[in-house]
Every structure is written in structure tokens, then in C-alpha cells.
């Protein structure tokens, strides 16, 4: 069956911080991809996103992720954290076609450090 | 304006009793979803309809029911719940089911006691 592994429930970061929260499929079709962060009591907001093409994704908040079809991974990073960063991040890949559904990832909570 | 609104979204209800969240999209996309994210916060589909029409339907019990009486709205009836029942329900909705982004409403938090 097909899922999404995201290493790491929790992960804690100083401000000003690299943030690197990992993300992996499994499926040997190449899905599309996607990054979503969740503020407390908030719906998701689409963070990126790959379909196709270039396989290094910028996104909102300074955020960006590399699609590496030979590790199955889309880990999501960005240079610097900040203190607004923290939140809950949920990678979820899909397949394409109108019943294929976004499969979601169990999230990763960051925490950001003063 | 709201992309994708939901009502209510609190509600607290008694094992037994019957409601409805309701969820509107002014985004003029075609497919609409309901996913279901428990306690611990894990997001997992329940429908999708594209264009009204039924087009994904996991493996829900019988007395979650959706209705899309147009392709702006999506609504969720809920029978006879169960403490089981008790999570943050959202809906969501695309352009094109599966590839594009789908953009989420902010929830509806469901305590049944």
C-alpha cells in the first residue's frame, strides 16, 4: 500500500536554526508531493508543492524542498527558523486521477527555541 | 473572503444524537473532500465528490453521510454518534482531484460525551 513516513513526531530547533523535517513515499510511481503546516486550531495551508519539472521547490515562509526520486524523500528545510515556524508540518503525496485521494504523512511537530 | 468555510465549528453533542457540519467553497473548484483528524492528529480521507457526484468513499460506517447539493457545497451527516466519533473534521476542495492543491477549511471540532 502506499505511505508517507515522516521521521520524527517532534522536532526541536533554536531560532535562527537550520529546520530540516524528513520526509518519505513509498511507491515506485512517482507521486505528486506536498508540504502542509497546521497553526494551532487552523486548517492546513499548502506550504509547496511538486508536480512535476524542477526538483528543488521553493515555498512560502522561506520554506523549500528537494524531490530525490532515487531516495523516495521530499524533506522540507529552510535556513533559518523563527519563532512563527512553530507548528504542525504534514508531508502527503498523491497519485493523480480524479479518485486517486492526498495521502497524509502522521505529521512533525516543530518547536522553535528563543 | 472565505476560500473554504465550515459550520459550526464547535460542536459538543450526546452519544445517540444525529448532526450535520456543513462546508461551503467559493474557490469554483470541482472536487470536494471531508478528511477526519484524531487526537493524535493524524489526517485521513473519508469522501470526495467531483462535480456532485461521489468519487471516493473509504471505509466509513454507514452512518457518516455526505450531500453535495451543488458543487459549491459539501455537507456531512453524522447518525447515531459514537464517542468513537469525537475528532476535527475538515473539508477541503480542489480544481483537479488528486493533483492539484487542495485548500482546507478550518475545521469543525466534534466532542460527543
Known sequence: ?114 | DTAVSQTPKYLVTQMGNDKSIKCEQNLGHDTMYWYKQDSKKFLKIMFSYNNKELIINETVPNRFSPKSPDKAHLNLHINSLELGDSAVYFCASSQVAGRDEQFFGPGTRLTVL
Open chain 1, 1 to 114: 500500500a502506499q505511505s508517507v513516513t515522516q521521521l520524527g513526531s517532534h522536532v526541536s530547533v533554536s531560532e535562527g536554526a537550520l529546520v530540516l523535517l524528513r520526509c518519505n513515499y513509498s511507491s515506485s510511481v512517482p507521486p505528486y508531493l506536498f508540504w502542509y503546516v497546521q497553526y494551532p486550531n487552523q486548517g492546513l495551508q499548502l506550504l509547496l508543492k511538486y508536480t512535476t519539472g524542477a526538483t528543488l521547490v521553493k515555498g512560502i515562509n522561506g520554506f523549500e524542498a528537494e524531490f530525490k526520486k532515487s531516495e523516495t524523500s521530499f524533506h522540507l528545510t529552510k535556513p533559518s527558523a523563527h519563532m512563527s515556524d512553530a507548528a504542525e508540518y504534514f508531508c502527503a503525496v498523491s497519485y493523480g486521477g480524479a479518485t486517486n485521494k492526498l495521502i497524509f504523512g502522521t505529521g512533525t511537530l516543530l518547536a522553535v527555541q528563543p
